[in-house]
């Protein structure tokens, strides 16, 4: 009887486990064999499977690199800006939110200062706002800024395009981030800045030499997943940015929809392609960050 039950176990993990394999594998593989068709060749519109991608018509295959959708969107459209306005928003964003949230982070942990209690539960309160909330105000503002700074002499739509997306993305990623920073320092022996600080270290080499070297795994942490948001963001991009040639890639793969876009950049192998293609900075970004995030976790093992 034992054995039979621990048979159905297994038999209902095996099933669970092939289930969410499929559900894995399959968009993936889609996208993938999708993309290798000829720039502009029609699926079927009611259903597209599996098969229909495995097992194309000969006419929608490329003859040559030219006919590829690769090809095509690399060197006859302007999707290398769009990848490069993603990258350049992504990759500010990153960085200044990396810069703000580890010297608040560091400051929130080390340093004892009129308000940092009530600092600190307005950062956590700034965390708890749902981002939704903000759209309508944060684009009013924008809005009245380029108005404004427009007056002095900035080129109009200086605050609606990828500048003014930056800002909104630091205004939300630096409170999460100087919170998150924050934890990781109090995490730091306090014991190792005093020893240093015996021994001559001023606070500038204390945190630059021995505190920052130790919290490179949480910094790489909190990198990764600003650099995501600011990659993978949508419905703030759409609202910013009217202009096609500040376009990010979510917003250009969301118009592939459009009638005008699908018959313009290739259609539905386009929309595969470009999606793969979206995806090499976030795996480039995992694979040289990876080392930090191992030890980070080595680190949290050894010291449990």
């Known amino acids: 009887m034992a054995k039979a039950h621990s048979l159905a176990q297994r038999i209902a993990l095996l099933v669970l486990v092939a289930v969410l394999s499929y559900a894995i594998v399959y968009p993936v593989t889609w996208v993938v064999l999708t993309s290798l068709r ?50 350049y928003v992504s990759t500010l964003t990153m960085l200044l939110a990396v810069l703000v949230g580890t010297m608040s982070g560091y400051a929130f942990s080390r340093y004892n200062f009129p308000g940092k209690r009530k600092l600190l539960w307005t950062l956590l309160v700034l965390n708890s706002i749902p981002g939704l909330v903000t759209f309508i105000p944060l684009y009013r503002l924008l809005v009245f800024y380029d108005q404004t700074f427009r ?37 730091i022996p306090r014991e190792l800045d005093e020893q240093a600080l015996v021994d001559g270290a001023t606070p500038f080499q204390i945190f630059w ?3 920052l070297p130790l919290a490179l795994p949480g910094i790489a942490t909190i990198a990764i997943l600003v650099f995501l948001g600011a990659w993978n963001e949508f419905m703030l991009a759409t609202l910013l940015l009217s202009n096609e040639n500040y376009y990010t890639l979510p917003v250009f793969i969301t118009q592939l929809r459009n009638q005008q876009y699908a018959s313009t950049y290739g259609g539905i192998p386009a929309f595969a392609a470009a999606s793969f293609m979206a995806s090499i900075p976030v795996v480039i970004l995992f694979v040289v960050s990876q080392k930090y995030l191992k030890s980070g976790l080595t680190m949290g093992a050894v010291k449990g």
Do not use: C, R
Request: aromatic content about 16%; cysteine-free.
């Open 151 to 187: 007056a002095i002499g900035l080129p109009k739509g200086t605050f609606l395009g990828p500048g003014g997306l930056i800002l909104v993305y630091l205004a939300g990623a630096i409170p999460y981030s100087s919170w998150f920073l924050k934890s990781f320092f109090d995490t």
């Open 209 to 211: 030499k021995i505190t």
């Open 38 to 87: 000829k720039f502009g060749a029609s699926l079927p519109t009611e259903k597209i499977s599996l098969l229909d991608a495995l097992f194309p018509k000969p006419d929608s295959l490329p003859s040559s690199i030219e006919e590829t959708t690769y090809y095509m969107l690399l060197f006859k459209t302007k999707f290398p800006l769009f990848m490069w306005n993603s990258v």
